[in-house]
């Protein structure tokens, strides 16, 4: 039979080439001729990108080379004016390189570098970074300056990160002038930086008319490319179209590539195959249309032959199912009353053979109690011509009872007679199952039902607190998610958030014991003074929750929560002591359904954070004003974080004065806040805040760069400024990446001082102090005690600590003119410094009086507004180099 089929198969595709050989035949033809035609077009497409992004690439370079050489020319002349005048004057160099700047350019500043350090810079603002920058202490730039220097031609680097931010082309130009014996000698440098992303705008790099992808990497000695600074890497990979770009003695390397690759298809390509496969198929068409025809009509000769195979095949099988499922097959002739069965018939019934009169062999097997409905339901069959349907039971010559469902419907045979045909089938094992099923159902529903007083008692649980049976916290997102629909007409619902007082020194005296049977009294209470339609939940620890749904006045809330607290405070007994809490309550109440209730439950929480702040057992209402508080202080806390960010917290600077001289013996960097809407802000205005975010170690920080960079820059301005000090928190002393900084810096000793406020209590923490401070004077780090005669600071914590200096606070001061008790106290400070060896600074320095008072008490430095505010760094360095607090008069005074 495979054979066959094998056979058959070979003969039917043999049979369909014999009809579409010639078709097949025109198709490739057809084919061949359009892939060709395809490719030669594909072909010139891609020599025509080559061409325009050779074109295109070449205006962007003639831009970008055009563009560094007249940079490059533009300043030149500046050189040689240096070189004529060589002591030229801030004003003088800042006017000629403004007429430079007035001209078409891409430059972003000129500096003036004379012997390699950076004195002059235009513009000032903005470069403020680079005044005092030495070219050979810096490794990136060192060797570019050097080159210049030796070889006496200007020298190009770049593209570079910049000192003062961003990138950036750096031409340094070598100045030499005469050295007065005829001879020319190396001066310094004049350095111009052209800003790359000016140079590339001015090359049409960022326009977004422009057609191709770019990138641009520098030059080697052999001619390949080195690092890629503009544009994909990939581009280099990807056969671009390349060009030299050259200027002064270095040469960069630009390629491009079509946006799009090379391997786009051509605009009209699909248009193009369209016409030349319409063309096509007018040729094939006709041909295959012809072998179509053919086909078909021995296709419908075949199908014939098919239909009468699976005509045998369907009846075979028909007779192998009625023997599987062993379903009797029966027929009766209404006209002669004649009723055949087969032989699966008499099977079923228990029966050898079928027997002669079948009709009376069925009723015979009938049970007894079956009978009258089974002839019933047959003769309304045969009356009104409709499908026999019924179930019914035999009894077999074994005494077996069993279980017959039957089907009939009539119909006419090829001589129009009338029969009944039908089948029989033992459905016994059937009926069996399904009263087993039904009573497995009743099983399963006896088994649901107790699966679901165990699941409501398991979601009770899950809602309730376990040890006051109140409900719990989860319970109370629900109920209040149920408020968000609107509690009576108009929405409202009141919350009571209470919290106990002094519950956690019961559990610490006494045991978790008394604290589970105050909860449990405490919930008791509750549920006594409040309705039976109130909600009352306990949601964690000594925390508990009332809900009220309606809306009465104002004073109905507050004297239900201090009702609940007398309830709450009465005493237990416990083990033979008595115990007593308080409690504190947080009342907030929404008058319409627009507030979500879960908002209601955390400004219970504010109102209750409230009353807790200003005492126990009291009660507070959610306002407007805390309401106002909350948002400042979450503005403010967000504004904090952004300003980390943007670098908006900056240093102020306040000279310490030696009381003698009144020269300036250090200065102490102060945090102050640079808010973008309301200008500089004081510590009192974000420290708290900063606090509470655990970020005051980062504004230590910045203030620490920030007197550390403005130090070198008085010390480039030969301002005999021995040291800076600045504030130092206990988060910041206990900060491990302070060490790590401080191991990086390279600072003389004494020049710098940290400055610790007394607040921090060195005697809790002394041993941690005292590890942390000894670690910051190993790096030679001087430690200051600030505000001292305001906070814990003792006697023995000074001996641990050994500070350089004690800062004596402004309020005590500031009363020394009017009160000898004040002086006398100072006094003693001071004898204390010395003869522990520490220096005594003087804080609050308001009048000059003070500071002659000061000085005769024995105090080495002042500091104060008498002498000087804190300023900004520009407003400082112009303070010193002016010596603005030294006014004749005020020597006399002191």
Not at 381 to 394: H, Q
Request: proline fraction near 3%; include cysteine; aromatic fraction near 8%.
């Amino acid at each position: 039979m495979g054979k066959r089929i094998r056979r058959n198969g070979w003969g039917a595709l043999g049979a369909t080439l014999q009809y579409y050989l010639p078709a097949l035949v025109v198709v490739a033809a057809v084919s061949i001729a359009l892939f060709y035609a395809d490719q030669q077009k594909q072909r010139i497409y891609q020599d025509n990108l080559r061409n325009r992004a050779a074109e295109e690439l070449g205006l962007v370079r003639a831009r970008l080379e055009g563009g560094i050489n007249a940079n490059i020319q533009l300043v030149q002349g500046l050189v040689a004016v240096i070189e004529t005048e060589p002591d030229m004057s801030r004003d003088r160099f800042a006017g000629l390189a403004g007429r430079i700047f007035d001209a078409p350019h891409q430059l972003r500043n000129i500096a003036l570098a004379p012997g390699l350090v950076v004195k002059h810079v235009y513009p000032t603002v903005g470069n403020e970074r680079i005044l005092g920058f030495d070219y050979r202490k810096n490794e990136v730039q060192r060797d570019a300056a050097l080159r210049a220097q030796e070889t006496g031609k200007y020298v190009i680097t770049g593209p570079v990160d910049l000192v003062q931010g961003g990138r950036g082309l750096i031409v340094r130009y070598p100045v030499v002038v005469g050295n007065g014996h005829g001879g020319r000698t190396f001066w310094g440098l004049m350095s111009a930086v052209i800003d790359i992303d000016k140079l590339y705008a001015y090359g049409g790099l960022t326009s977004g008319k422009l057609g191709i992808d770019v990138a641009i990497a520098s030059k080697t000695a052999d001619g390949s490319h080195d690092k890629v600074f503009f544009g994909d890497p990939a581009i280099f990979a990807a056969s671009p179209v390349a060009m030299p770009i050259s200027f002064g003695s270095e040469s960069w390397v630009i390629v491009a590539t079509p946006k799009g690759g090379w391997n786009q298809p051509a605009p009209d390509l699909w248009m193009t195959r369209a016409l030349m496969l319409l063309v096509g198929s007018m040729i094939v068409a006709p041909v295959l249309w012809v072998a179509r025809l053919l086909r078909e009509r021995q296709a419908n000769i075949a199908a014939l032959r098919q239909r009468e195979e699976e005509l045998r095949a369907i009846s075979h099988r028909l007779e192998i199912a009625l023997e599987a499922s062993r379903i009797g097959v029966w027929e009766l002739d209404i006209g002669s009353g004649r009723l055949h069965w087969d032989a699966r018939m008499a099977q079923l019934y228990g029966l050898e053979v079928p027997p002669d009169n079948t009709y009376t062999t069925w009723r015979n097997a009938l049970h007894p109690d079956d009978i009258e409905e089974a002839e019933r339901v047959f003769r309304v069959a045969l009356e009104s011509g409709k499908d026999y349907v019924t179930e019914f039971r035999i009894i077999t010559g074994t005494g077996e009872i069993r279980h017959i469902r039957a089907f009939g419907t009539t119909y006419r045979d090829s001589r129009f007679r009338k029969k009944l045909v039908g089948v029989n089938w033992n459905v016994t094992a059937d009926l069996r199952l399904q009263q087993e099923l039904r009573e497995a159902k009743q099983h399963a529903e006896l088994q649901n039902r107790e699966l679901e007083q165990a699941r409501q008692h398991m979601e009770h649980n899950s809602l309730h607190d376990a040890l006051t049976n109140l409900p719990n916290r989860r319970y109370l997102d629900q109920y209040l998610m149920t408020l968000n629909t609107g509690l009576g007409d108009n929405g409202s619902a009141t919350v009571l958030h209470i919290d106990l007082d002094r519950f956690k020194d019961i559990n610490d005296t006494l045991g978790h014991g008394a604290g589970d049977a105050i909860l449990r009294h405490v919930a008791q209470k509750l549920k006594e003074n409040t309705r039976n339609d109130d909600f009352v939940a306990r949601i964690g620890g000594d925390e508990f929750v009332v809900v009220c749904g309606n809306k009465p006045d104002d004073n109905d809330y507050s004297d239900l929560a201090r009702r609940l607290i007398d309830a709450v405070s009465t005493p237990i007994t416990y083990a033979g002591h008595e115990c007593r809490v308080g409690a504190s309550v947080g009342i907030a109440t929404r008058d319409t359904a627009d507030v979500q209730a879960e908002q209601l439950l955390v400004n219970a929480d504010i109102a209750l954070y409230e009353a807790k702040r200003h005492g126990r057992n009291r009660v507070e209402r959610y306002t407007d004003r805390l309401r106002s508080l909350t948002v400042n202080t979450k503005k403010t806390a967000d504004a904090i974080l952004r300003s980390l960010e943007q670098n908006d917290f900056i240093a102020f600077f306040q000279p310490q004065f030696d009381a003698h001289t009144l020269e300036i013996t250090g200065v102490e960097a102060l945090a102050r806040w640079d808010h973008p809407e309301r200008g500089i802000l004081g510590p009192d205005t974000f420290l708290k805040i900063a606090e509470s975010l655990n970020v005051v170690s980062q504004i230590d920080a910045a203030i620490l760069d920030q007197a550390l960079l403005q130090r070198a820059r008085w010390l480039a301005n030969d301002l005999p400024i021995n040291k800076v000090s600045v504030n130092i928190s206990a988060q910041r002393l206990f900060d491990e990446s302070l060490v790590q900084r401080l191991e990086t810096l390279d600072l003389v000793p004494g020049s710098l001082s940290f400055e610790l406020l007394e607040s921090i209590s060195f005697d809790d923490k002394g041993a941690a102090v005292t590890r942390s401070i000894e670690r910051i004077k190993a790096h030679g780090i001087d430690i200051e005690i600030d505000d001292f005669g305001t906070g814990y600071a003792s006697i023995l914590s000074l001996l641990k600590l050994s500070p350089r200096r004690l800062k004596i606070d402004r309020q005590l001061t500031a009363p020394i003119i009017v009160s000898s008790a004040q002086r006398r106290l100072i006094s003693s400070i001071v004898d204390i410094g010395r003869s522990l060896g520490i220096e005594i600074v003087a804080e609050g320095v308001e009048t000059m009086q003070h500071a002659a008072i000061l000085r005769d008490l024995g105090c080495q430095t002042l500091q104060g507004y008498a002498l000087a505010r804190p300023m900004d760094a520009n407003a400082f360095l112009d303070f010193a180099r002016n010596r603005a607090w030294f006014p004749a008069d005020a020597a006399e005074a002191v």
